[in-house]
């Protein structure tokens, strides 16, 4: 059992938002939908949902064929970047909602908001109004409105999106634990490729309405299927001709039987690493090489100082079609 999406296919007017997607994602697994800003992620993720029709292909949820089911009768979660609570409402009744309309007996309400909020760690606010919490505990709060009906399949549309770095960061940690004890199916959009790296089972790189790549953290960063995949994982820098992982390159000061020959511009220090930068004959960008301090130090990198640079032993790399003329895509994008 699974979400299966076949064949979608999705125009705004003569706009491709989504062509020809294929997707199974299994039964409790959580994936990553990840991609730059205005690539598909949320398209796809509101036609899973019911909110959004596609104009051709299917969406099967757990065996049961819901490309034409409203959305109320799909049984998803949702929780978006900017959650609306009742502001009326306490943290408990918020949560309460959609087991009172479903007109579940009281104290079965009573004991499953008692175990979501322990659940989501809010259980000291119960009483509180959603302005008296913070961004991350409303969007906790969000999370246990959206698991109390028990949904099959979980959709989060960038759901800590709003929140600065460190809240986002304690979140998606806390997102992880609780998906390990929840397991239900679950599927979020993001744009920032270390929250999908740190918390997904599996990746969707979407791309200008199409997927790039399908896989765990470690194969596309590893084993980025194409040039985009590869910068949008993470930093590149392109030496010969070959895209790699800045700290992919080897660098020594004395001559290497096929290594190519530069100069350094600078070393800075960034926290526990130094970013090298380096002039290489014939090419236009200069190569970035990240190592560790005490690396640097045995070097004794000073500006003008004569390097060797080559790809490390089994390092990722994908050759460059634009060698060093076209910027890697922007990390972060959105
Ligand atoms: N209702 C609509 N009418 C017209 N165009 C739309 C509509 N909804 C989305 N689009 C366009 O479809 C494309 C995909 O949008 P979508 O929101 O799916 O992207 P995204 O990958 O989720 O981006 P973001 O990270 O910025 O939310 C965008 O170019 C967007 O402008």
New binding site residues.
């Given amino acids: 059992m699974s979400i299966d999406v076949s064949g979608v296919n ?1 125009r ?2 003569e ?1 491709v ?2 062509q020809d997607i294929n997707l199974t994602l299994p039964t409790g697994q959580l994936t990553a ?1 990840l ?12 036609i899973i949902a019911g909110l ?1 029709t596609a104009d051709s292909g299917s969406v099967v949820i757990e065996g049961v064929e819901a490309t034409r089911l409203p959305v109320q009768k799909r049984n998803v979660g949702f929780v978006f970047q900017h959650y609306a609570a009742f502001k009326h409402l306490s943290v408990a009744r918020n949560v309460a909602f959609g087991l009172e309309i479903r007109k579940k007996p009281k104290d079965e309400i009573r004991a499953k908001v008692d175990e979501l909020l322990r659940l989501v760690h809010l259980d000291a606010f119960a009483d509180r109004l959603p302005s008296q919490l913070s961004g991350g505990q409303r969007q906790r709060m969000a999370l246990a409105r959206a698991l109390a009906i028990e949904p099959s399949v979980l959709l989060l ?2 759901p800590f999106g709003a929140l600065d770095a460190k809240v986002r960061k304690e979140l998606r940690d806390w997102l992880r634990r609780l998906h390990d004890e929840v397991h239900v199916t679950t599927v979020f ?1 993001t ?1 920032d490729q270390e929250e999908a790296l740190e918390v997904a089972d599996e990746i969707v790189v ?1 791309n200008e ?1 199409r997927v790039e790549q399908v896989g765990s953290p470690d194969q596309l960063y590893d084993a980025p299927a194409n040039e985009f995949v590869m910068g949008f994982l993470g930093e590149v820098t392109v030496l010969g001709g070959v895209r790699l992982r800045p700290h992919d390159v080897e660098m020594t000061t004395a001559p290497v039987p096929g290594a190519l020959e530069g100069r350094v511009v600078r070393a800075l220090r960034v926290g526990f690493e130094v970013r090298v930068t380096v002039d290489v004959a014939g090419q236009d960008a200069p190569v970035t090489v990240v190592m560790t301090r005490t690396h640097a130090r045995s070097l004794g990198l000073e500006p003008g100082t004569a390097v060797w640079l080559a790809p490390a032993e089994g390092a990722t790399a994908v050759a460059s079609a634009t060698p060093a003329a076209r910027p890697a895509p922007e990390a972060v ?2």
């Fill in positions: 999705k705004y007017g706009f938002a989504l939908l991609g730059p800003s205005g690539g598909g992620k949320t398209t796809l993720l509101r959004e549309d960038e959009v744009h979407v309405g994008a959105g």
